[in-house]
């Protein structure tokens, strides 16, 4: 086995918990947080999957608003133009997981970055609201590609980033259809299932289930 | 505007009910029925976009199977060999909904398809099944492709069989994502939104929005 060079994170659902956002859909429609929430990134990820599937590409600040706009409508929920905003913006503050911080700095001596389907800006404010500057070496967002995870276009994005032969690049997910993606494309791949969910479907098997990105430090030292 | 010289349509959803196997599944998993009819769809579905762009096609049998399989194991439900071969055979049997055949035999004079996800067997079945056996000149299945609506290669195909231009083809589908496609790709799109939800997010404007496919009937007329 190729020893392993760096490892790339995907960032929302792994890095960033997307929905650290209930609080805030929460004071907005009293009750309904959680399910906004689900339903809000239900819709998000379904629409990179078809608009990459249709060749139609919009960037993931857009994508995320239709989402957001969408999910309320199917629920019935009013969404002012003032709101959306704050829910948009709230986006761009989301919270890392509990142990990122800490993991990060541990794993301080191999090359990290971030492999997301968030574009540039987004990338760049979350990192930085999360006080992650120093903690990559590469943001590299899908918005180079115009098409989204799990497209092997996206994948290649990191091989080219990062100078190094896919099968020693670990990839670092949450998200099982991009563990499935980043496996089929030939990365060493870490499915963090932090909430047990069953991953199949996809005739993928991840190298490694981890239950927080801390296992990762154990994992790389071996 | 080009004359309309056929009708496409999609099965599962628009011509025949997926979630007719309520019936059968509540008798499995008692009280569950509508839950896991709706899960098993919206995982099948997923599979088909997430194994197109991962460019991982299995054909629609093995996705649904899988779905069905994923489905019952994320609700921790069991599901016996036995009992899963059952439910798949239900899948050959689906109904079509209460106005089909009644719309269909009226619009005899226009040639008339059916262009599915899924796989030739599994259409000829449940056409078959359900007594629509002279209804379609051409069942046409995107197994020939290997990529899943909607994908422009699947929507091509309709084209090549019905030897008409993508603008004089009326493509007609419950699947809001499927019309986003088939719009995108070129058809004249009919919505058939019997349930009346909301339909956005992918930047699409049917041609027309019907409430049953008995709508076509005045449509084709003018």
Same mark, same amino acid.
């Given at each position: 086995?190729?020893?392993?060079?760096?490892?790339?994170?995907?960032?929302?659902?792994?890095?960033?918990?997307?929905?650290?956002?209930?609080?805030?859909?929460?004071?907005?429609?009293?009750?309904?947080?959680?399910?906004?929430?689900?339903?809000?990134? %239900?819709?998000?990820?379904?629409?990179?999957?078809?608009?990459?599937?249709?060749?139609?590409?919009?960037?993931?600040?857009?994508? %995320?608003?239709?989402?957001?706009?969408?999910?309320?409508?199917?629920?019935?929920?009013?969404?002012?133009?003032?709101?959306?905003?704050?829910?948009?913006?709230?986006?761009?503050?989301?919270?890392?997981?509990?142990?990122? /911080?800490? %993991?990060?700095? @541990?794993?301080? /001596?191999?090359? /990290?970055?971030?492999?997301?389907?968030?574009?540039? /800006?987004?990338?760049?404010?979350?990192?930085?609201?999360?006080?992650?500057?120093?903690?990559?070496?590469?943001?590299?967002?899908?918005?180079?590609?115009?098409?989204?995870?799990?497209?092997?276009?996206?994948?290649?994005?990191?091989?080219? @980033?990062?100078?190094?032969?896919?099968?020693?690049?670990?990839?670092?997910?949450?998200?099982?259809?991009?563990?499935?993606?980043?496996?089929?494309?030939?990365?060493?791949?870490?499915?963090?299932?932090?909430?047990?969910?069953?991953?199949?479907?996809?005739?993928? %098997?991840?190298?490694?289930?981890?239950?927080?990105?801390?296992?990762?430090?154990?994992?790389?030292?071996?």
């Amino acid at each position: 086995m190729k020893s392993l060079k760096c490892l790339v994170f995907d960032a929302y659902g792994t890095v960033f918990d997307v929905h650290s956002i209930v609080a805030a859909l929460d004071r907005i429609f009293p009750g309904q947080g959680p399910e906004v929430s689900q339903a809000w990134r %239900t819709r998000q990820l379904e629409y990179t999957w078809l608009r990459s599937l249709m060749d139609r590409y919009e960037d993931f600040w857009k994508v %995320t608003e239709s989402a957001i706009v969408a999910t309320c409508n199917a629920m019935k929920l009013p969404l002012e133009a003032k709101t959306r905003a704050e829910l948009m913006k709230a986006y761009l503050s989301l919270k890392p997981f509990p142990e990122v /911080k800490q %993991t990060l700095s @541990t794993l301080s /001596k191999i090359p /990290k970055a971030i492999l997301s389907n968030g574009n540039p /800006k987004m990338l760049g404010d979350v990192v930085k609201n999360a006080g992650l500057e120093g903690a990559f070496s590469h943001l590299i967002s899908v918005d180079e590609v115009k098409i989204y995870k799990p497209s092997p276009a996206a994948y290649q994005l990191a091989v080219k @980033t990062m100078g190094a032969n896919a099968e020693s690049i670990g990839f670092v997910s949450s998200n099982f259809f991009d563990v499935a993606g980043a496996k089929v494309f030939g990365f060493r791949t870490y499915w963090v299932n932090r909430s047990n969910v069953s991953g199949e479907g996809l005739g993928v %098997t991840p190298d490694a289930i981890l239950k927080s990105l801390s296992d990762l430090i154990e994992l790389v030292k071996s």
